[in-house]
T-cell receptor
């Protein structure tokens, strides 16, 4: 079956612009996660959705970052007024459901965002 | 304090030899899960192995095994019979509590398998 997909694979934008990053999880997975991975670092948690609601958005760095998952499937991460420090790989992951320790997350290939 | 610590930025191993990648964790929860992921140069994170805090036996998945030492809070990954395709970044991660929502990742270890 299809894995987690993310589009675009690469995005170059100018400082101050708005960007949207899309994640399409594995069919049937109710839990969806966004992470940010900077060069030489491990993924850093941003937000977690269980179904349509954001169950935990404690990792969003500031109010320029927002994510939605209106129908409980596809999710969009939105970044307003981008800054050079936002440059990173944004990873999306899905899991069969949240709230269960043993359920691993399946990751997408990531979107590499470069802010110039 | 870091939740996950990986102290080996880079490791080298001869093909067909075994290698251990270190991971220590920090949590006050009694229930937690420990995971290892592989990230090849293509960038995609690949799940390798899971160990629950209440699991009495070390987890094994093919050539991967997890050396779980609860009292020392360590969860080292052992790769046996290394292959050239094992060259990649390896990340240790932890999920806390019965309703743990997020994974905490370490900074990773870059493994290079030498022919």
């Amino acid at each position: 079956g299809a894995g987690v997909s993310q589009t675009p694979s690469n995005k170059v934008t100018e400082k101050g612009k708005y960007v949207e990053l899309r994640c399409d999880p594995i069919s049937g997975h109710t839990a969806l996660y966004w992470y940010r991975q900077s060069l030489g670092q491990g993924p850093e948690f941003l937000i977690y959705f269980q179904g349509t609601g954001a169950a935990d958005d404690s990792g969003l760095p500031n109010d320029r970052f927002f994510a939605v998952r209106p129908e409980g499937s596809v999710s969009t991460l939105k970044i307003q007024r981008t800054e050079r420090g936002d440059s990173a790989v944004y990873l999306c992951a899905s899991s069969l459901k949240g709230g269960t320790l043993s359920y691993e997350q399946y990751f997408g290939p990531g979107t590499r965002l470069t802010v110039t | 304090a870091q939740k996950i610590t990986q102290t080996q930025p880079g490791m080298f191993v001869q093909e067909k030899e075994a290698v251990t990648l270190d991971c220590t964790y920090d949590t006050s929860d009694q229930s937690y899960g420990l995971f290892w992921y592989k990230q090849p140069s293509s960038g995609e994170m690949i799940f390798l192995i899971y160990q629950g805090s209440y699991d009495e036996q070390n987890a094994t998945e093919g050539r991967y095994s997890l050396n779980f030492q609860k009292a020392r809070k360590s969860a080292n990954l052992v790769i046996s019979a290394s292959q050239l395709g094992d060259s990649a970044m390896y990340f240790c991660a932890m999920r806390e509590g019965f309703t743990g929502n997020q994974f905490y990742f370490g900074t990773g270890t870059s493994l290079t398998v030498i022919p």
